[in-house]
């Protein structure tokens, strides 16, 4: 594998569901983010994780909750999801220098379907 | 606070023809850019970016984009339009600073390409 991997590519799960994405980067990154792509919104940057330390939660409902067990892993575990939480959620990672200049590579997304 | 206008919501072109996608930002430091092109069900692949230097920016698939700091804007351009290049293109500034590199994206340009 290389790049940024997402599995499942498509999720559909119940209100009442708890599903997990898994994000993994084989770039030896110390970055990971997730996003939030919404049908006519501009990407959401949801959660960062620099170091394996959370370092940011764009108030993001706690029905989504992130975990980071190393700099190679991210997931996303959902419970009790809306319909309105629908969208194609992306996985990045990028290499964080104290300049700030890293750039973010992507995953291909989860696209998920709330019932 | 940071911004990026993508003015064309919807874009349609020849194949062969020459393109230019326009981006304006606003940043009240030095910025950090970005042009991501996203295909249909994928994730986003970065095209360039421009952090400091020529200010004329040199990118995969043939793509090119100038900064130009007294426009706030950084246009991608490309010569002759392939078919392959029907996408989604995204423009986003980075905060820069300490930290990560934190994004914030315009809404995206659709490109369709006529044969």
């Known amino acids: 594998e290389t790049g940024v991997t997402q599995t499942p590519r498509h999720l559909v799960m119940g209100m009442t569901n708890k599903k997990s994405l898994k994000c993994e980067q084989h770039?030896?990154?110390?970055?990971m983010y997730w996003y939030k792509q919404s049908a006519k919104k501009p990407l959401e940057l949801m959660f960062v994780?620099?170091?394996?330390?959370?370092?940011e939660n764009n108030s993001v409902p706690s029905r989504f909750s992130p975990e980071c067990p190393n700099s190679s892993h991210l997931f996303l575990h959902l419970h009790t999801l809306q319909p309105e939480d629908s969208a194609l959620y992306l996985c990045?990672?990028?290499?964080?220098?104290?300049?700030?200049?890293?750039?973010?590579?992507f995953g291909p997304g989860t696209r998920l379907t709330v019932l | 606070a940071q911004s990026v206008t993508q003015p064309d919501i919807h874009i349609t072109v020849s194949e062969g023809a020459s393109l230019e996608l326009r981006c304006n930002y606003s940043?009240?430091?030095?910025?950090?850019l970005f042009w991501y092109v996203q295909s249909p069900g994928q994730g986003l692949q970065l095209l360039l970016k421009?952090?400091?230097?020529?200010?004329l920016v040199q990118g995969i698939k043939g793509f090119e984009a100038e900064f130009k700091r007294s426009q706030s804007s950084f246009n991608l351009r490309k010569p002759s339009v392939h078919w392959s290049d029907a996408a989604e293109y995204f423009c986003?500034?980075?905060?820069?600073?300490?930290?990560?590199?934190?994004?914030?994206f315009g809404a995206g340009t659709r490109l369709a390409v006529h044969p």
């Open positions: 990045a990672s990028s290499q964080v220098f104290e300049s700030s200049t890293d750039t973010q590579y």
């Open positions: 770039l030896g990154h110390n970055a």
């Open positions: 994780y620099s170091l394996e330390e959370r370092v």
């Open positions: 940043y009240g430091a030095t910025p950090y």
């Open positions: 421009y952090f400091s230097g020529d200010t």
């Open positions: 986003a500034v980075g905060r820069g600073g300490s930290g990560y590199n934190k994004l914030i």
